[in-house]
């Protein structure tokens, strides 16, 4: 988008964004590919950090797969985003949370490094025969 996006964010570690980087750090790359594992994550997380619904693996809206590893995560505490020099408002929550498919947008200011994977949707597959 060249200069026409101009978007300021203010990280913070907090007790649970700091908790939740630890886990991320010491967990395998065996238990981030684990539907289980990430099953039971998305709503501990989700409630560690206050950011309503979370998911960390399922199909995106074209029906594509994905599993998302967070390893370091910070609380958004300040910020502004500007597109063509027009404010696009204040930062906070929505009010109600929304979704790509069955990933949900977290519902508090969030930054994530990490990992994500998709997996080809049933209609984009390659067909053998």
């Known amino acids: 988008m060249g200069t026409r996006l101009s978007w ?10 700091r908790a939740m980087t630890t886990m991320g750090a010491v967990m395998p790359q065996r238990a981030w590919n684990s539907d289980a594992v990430l099953g039971s994550m998305g ?8 950011s309503g619904r979370v998911r960390l693996h399922g199909r995106t809206p074209n ?6 590893a967070p ?13 063509d020099g027009t404010s696009l408002g204040a930062l906070g ?12 947008l ?5 930054f994530f490094v990490g990992q994500a994977r998709f997996t080809a949707s049933a209609a984009t597959a390659p067909v053998n025969g």
């Open 8 to 17: 300021r964010l203010a990280l913070k570690a907090t007790s649970a964004t």
């Open 93 to 104: 929550p929505l009010a109600e949370q929304s979704r790509l498919g069955d990933f949900w």
């Open 106 to 110: 977290p519902q508090r200011g969030l």
């Open 71 to 83: 390893l370091q995560v910070w609380r958004v505490i300040d910020g502004d985003a500007e597109l």
């Open 43 to 50: 709503p501990m997380a989700g409630g560690v950090l206050r």
């Open 63 to 68: 029906g594509q797969g994905f599993k998302a």
